[in-house]
């Protein structure tokens, strides 16, 4: 089956498909742009939601839901809003279908015209800025502490499975806050928040930083962002928190009253992940023959397949794994057992590969004599032989070994893909035989930002936050520099 | 606060809308139709959601997430349902808005038009089998077993809160069947899932049978539902499950090979539940006091609530408090302790009371002598004194018995308020007096069920199936009946 996919040398944006599809986490679908996530992607999508939650619920917040529609007049309130944020919406301008007169199905009813568009919210800022205006009055009312999980539509042109669809879902969280500080402290705890689940539950190292002027959220005095390298070297933007200042209080009117009896504007955040991680996680561990995922996000952590002749064999396979898979539900290990009768275990060994699952155990005929199983992980595609009485203690084990050698691995493919460069010349030869993460210094303009770009296509991802502060002059334009940011071409 | 509340003796309707309001459960919006749900609200739709996709991955379902448009072109494949479906969608005709050239904000672009129009999904058959079309082969690839969490669009011109809204969350399972037999287990299945849901959590009795043909999904063969009643007798209608036959498979020819090597076309059902779910249960449980939640689905179940002069009984008493939280918490239950220092004791009770937490527990400086607390109970509004050694052990028989008794109480006011009538006049008179359901014969045809709709206002809710069959007359054309059926007004 691995011979399906092309393998990452040849071709790292077909194998990334490759894996999407024949994995079957996701499909292309009849909407341009719009992706079915099927039921396997749909599980990994769920374990990340429900432990992002568990986080988001444990750091104060709650869930709410607002509209999938904003009255166009909204995006005209906050300029840098609208001016900075992509206007490729899906635009509702009808409520209502009739029967084609000439009998060709329906037709769109003209007299169904709305007054005032709807836009499908690419993200909702505004609609809840203007909600939020009814709740506050005083600073009794603060904090607000809201997310919401949602689908977001914005058209993108150019559309790759999980990275870049017109339609995603993500979660959106939006907070409102009495203080500038409270804001700043709010926003940063949850990049945090981001950070360690990308590297605890995703095994997927980040670095944490700040955005530079050109690369902020719309409407946003500050964001920050984790990045991840992915296996080719670019940088993917995996989830960003945003400080908005008084911006969207000041567009949508919502003001309270201090402590100090004084009318002031409220302080924002926003900050958000989507299904993207999706596709960081395929990238960052998988390999050429399939999908790798880390033992906490996989839906079924073992698999079992028994290697039999007749029934007699398999009967007497079945019950001894149906113990052996009791002894690891108790720990909390998710299993499955494969007996289907109308695939040989190389095929189901191979669709399990493909698939991802972490542990592989395979117990035969020999194995019931020797009171074995053959254990295999998939990381690095080793197998063990194991006593059946270790088998619960040895995967326990080997999940945790797993988990932390994907991070490790990453971890390690990271370090050796960061370059620190001091020359405008050492960045493009870096950039174009290495790639990677590229940590040079710059003078802080968009204007530099902006020629650095154009010439080499590589962006500033982030000013990391565990970088010193380290005095240098900008590579392109020679310009004092207090900091090294991180470059790279990015996703 | 109760003074807040219309009462449901004064108007029902009012007084419904005051809870929602009042006890922060929704909100409207600036979209015309479209709310949000407040995070009280949300925490209990979260409480449904995660109990009822359990029982659905407790039966075999896996969730996945399909697009949110559909192409205009899919609703004119299958006659009925195009037919038979409102026409009242969201129509998404462009996908780009460009700065106003007369700098008055945003305009939608006219060069950025859809040569499609998609629509904004009203509900997913269509595009779900058009994707199924891709999966299914063979039987080996059947059944497909797919739910679907999501956000749907239907414009209704009057809109209430949870009860009918533009936009409103839902789910929809979509089946797919090698045979008719085992579509119709399907169907039948899961409308007894959502039964055992409203039952054993929403403490609230159901009517489960079959639609009457005109009041069957477009596309369907047969539609059944379950049917509560609310407090001022009326019929809401609280899930549905569907048998379409191959009506889908046709209009988006999916075809597969059978057990005998033939091609036929695949069976499906599809069934779903949603935030309407929310206004039944507000509806069904709630008194002129505020809102009344089954201890089930109550975010949390026991407030504390200190009543205390100055800081020192106030420590004291929190510090009994955190003791016997933690004795709660140790079974399962869930606990607030309310030590705002600027609300009397008063203000709190009638907030809980309005929000419906199942049970309120005070403990003063008395309670602190005597080793007891005040132990009240939401839906009967009695109050007890307890020792708190014995709190633990009563709490948790008493939120049993709230759920139990809340149930039980809807029942009877069911019972109560449910007639067998032989007559069109009986039929009338009951309607216009008493209300609730009416049992009566009934000749199944769509054109006595329209007169009687027209002549009333009341429709076949349902024909249950825990009826037995049994010869009669149509009230209204007299003509042979054998079964009858459950009329009533409705939501």
Redo the contacts between chains.
């Keep these: 089956m691995s011979k399906e996919i092309t393998s990452r040398s040849e071709n790292y944006s077909q194998w990334y498909n490759d894996i999407v599809i024949k994995a079957g986490l996701a ?1 292309y ?3 341009r742009g ?6 396997y992607g ?2 990994i999508w ?1 374990k990340m939601q429900r432990q992002l939650d568990t986080m988001f619920k444990e750091t104060g917040h ?15 309130r906050e300029a840098s809003h ?2 900075g944020f992509a ?13 084609d007169p000439n009998g ?6 003209n007299d169904a015209k709305l007054e005032e ?4 919210r690419p993200t909702s800022e505004t ?1 809840i800025w ?2 939020y205006k ?1 709740w506050i009055q005083s600073y ?1 009312d603060l904090p607000i502490l ?1 997310n919401q999980w ?2 977001v ?1 914005r ?1 993108e042109m150019r559309t790759r499975l999980f990275l870049r669809t017109a ?1 995603f ?1 993500w979660q959106e969280g939006h907070t409102a806050h009495a203080t500038k500080e409270e804001a700043i402290a709010e926003a940063e705890k949850m990049i945090g928040v981001y950070a360690d689940f990308a590297q605890k539950w995703m095994a997927m190292p980040v670095r944490v930083g700040r955005k530079s002027e050109s690369e902020r959220f719309a409407g946003a005095i500050d964001t920050y962002s984790i990045e991840a390298m992915m296996q080719d070297g670019r940088a993917l933007q995996s989830g960003t928190s945003h400080f908005l200042g008084q911006n969207f209080a000041k567009a949508f009117d919502v003001k309270f009253i201090n402590r100090d009896s004084e009318l002031d504007y409220v302080w924002a955040t926003s900050w958000g992940v989507s299904t993207r991680l999706m596709g960081a996680l395929v990238m960052v561990h998988s390999d050429d023959n399939g999908l790798v995922l880390p033992p906490k996000l996989a839906p079924t952590q073992v698999v079992f397949v028994p290697i039999y002749k007749g029934a007699d064999e398999l009967e007497q396979i079945s019950a001894r794994v149906a113990a052996l898979r009791e002894e690891l539900h108790k720990r909390g290990i998710t299993t499955h057992y494969d007996d289907r009768d ?1 695939y040989k275990p190389g095929f189901k060994f191979n669709e399990y590969e493909m698939k991802g699952y972490p542990v592989r155990v395979a117990i035969g005929a020999r194995d019931m004599q020797n009171g074995t199983a053959e254990v295999a992980r998939r990381d690095t595609l080793t197998k063990q032989i194991v006593p059946q009485e270790q088998l619960a203690d040895t995967v326990a084990a080997l999940l945790d070994d797993i988990q932390q050698n994907l991070f490790n691995r990453a971890l390690e493919f990271r370090e050796q893909n960061t370059t620190v460069v001091n020359s405008y010349d050492e960045f493009k030869e870096v950039l174009n035989t290495k790639g990677g993460f590229v940590l040079a210094h710059w003078d802080g303009t968009a204007e530099t930002e902006q020629r650095i770009k154009e010439e080499t296509k590589a962006t500033v991802r982030c000013i990391p936050f565990d970088l010193e502060p380290e005095e240098g002059r900008c590579i392109y334009s020679g310009k004092p520099s207090k900091q090294r940011a991180i470059f790279a071409l990015a996703y």
């Design positions: 499909d679908s009849a909407v719009c992706m079915v996530i099927k039921p749909y599980a769920e709650q869930n709410a839901y607002f509209p999938l529609f904003v009255p166009k007049s909204f995006f005209s609208v001016e206007k490729e919406c899906a635009v509702v301008t009808h409520y209502r279908l009739k029967n060709q199905g329906v037709v769109v009813d568009e709807l836009i499908v609609i203007n909600t009814g009794r809201i949602a689908n539509v058209w339609e879902l109308n």
